[in-house]
């Protein structure tokens, strides 16, 4: 750039930085530890359902346990009262008597039912409360991995944060000495060529493309004064 005046050269600086800040925002938006962090994170929604499931069954069991074991209360209770009938006296006639002890055996065996059907429960609930601790402690674990790669991820932002705010600050410096209208002119064609808007004019062939002005193209933009021009093959600004 030392053949171009420093307003001009500066708009090539500015072009520099501005693709110095597009590489690091790419970099930035692309962080291999955002990426671990993420595929974590998922690893633990993962975890997390499962940790739903196992709940949802295991609260379905525990409220059929508690259902066999609180009508089994009921009934050993009213069995009792029976059996209180049974041996006061106040039930005498013989009939009265057998129909008694018949249902009091029907409440027993019904209560026995009620209890092993609980018992049943139990021991279906067993794997699940195992289950459920063990994912309880890989949601844990996953945890501190997610936490230690948020740790390395802020740190890998950090840093190109602090890079994008140097090259921002240089880029600002170009900005203050560049040549306002080749500024205007390179910030127009900016977004349809990307990283190589504002190009020099090297011999007679714009750096932007790989064919050659024509001579006389050529020789009247290097006999103009300092400034720019617009390719004819390629559209770019030409700085010279």
Do not use: W
Not at 188 to 206: D, I, K, N, Q, T
Request: with cysteine; charged share 30%.
């Amino acid at each position: 750039m030392a053949d171009l005046a420093p307003a001009f050269a500066a708009v090539l600086s500015v072009q520099a930085e501005d693709n110095a800040l597009v590489a690091l925002r790419r970099r930035l938006d692309a962080l291999p530890e955002a990426a671990a962090l993420a595929a974590k994170q998922d690893e633990i929604g993962a975890v997390d359902a499962e940790i739903a499931a196992s709940e949802t069954a295991r609260k379905a069991l525990e409220s059929d346990q508690r259902r066999l074991e609180g009508e089994a209360a009921m009934l050993r209770d009213r069995a009792a009262e029976e059996e209180r009938k049974l041996y006061s006296g106040v039930v005498s006639g013989v009939k009265e008597l057998q129909s008694l002890q018949e249902e009091v055996a029907a409440l027993r065996r019904r209560v026995d039912q009620l209890e092993d059907g609980a018992l049943g429960v139990l021991i279906e609930l067993e794997p699940l409360v195992e289950a459920e601790a063990a994912l309880a402690a890989r949601r844990a674990a996953l945890d501190a991995e997610a936490r230690d790669l948020s740790v390395v991820l802020a740190e890998a932002q950090g840093d190109l944060d602090r890079e994008i705010r140097e090259v921002t600050r240089r880029r600002e410096e170009a900005l203050a000495t560049a040549d306002p209208d080749a500024l205007a002119r390179y910030e127009r064609l900016a977004p349809a060529f990307g990283g190589s808007a504002a190009v020099r004019l090297v011999g007679s062939r714009c750096e932007g493309c790989p064919l050659q002005m024509p001579a006389v193209e050529a020789d009247r933009i290097r006999h103009l004064p300092p400034g720019v021009a617009e390719c004819d093959e390629c559209g770019r600004l030409v700085l010279h």
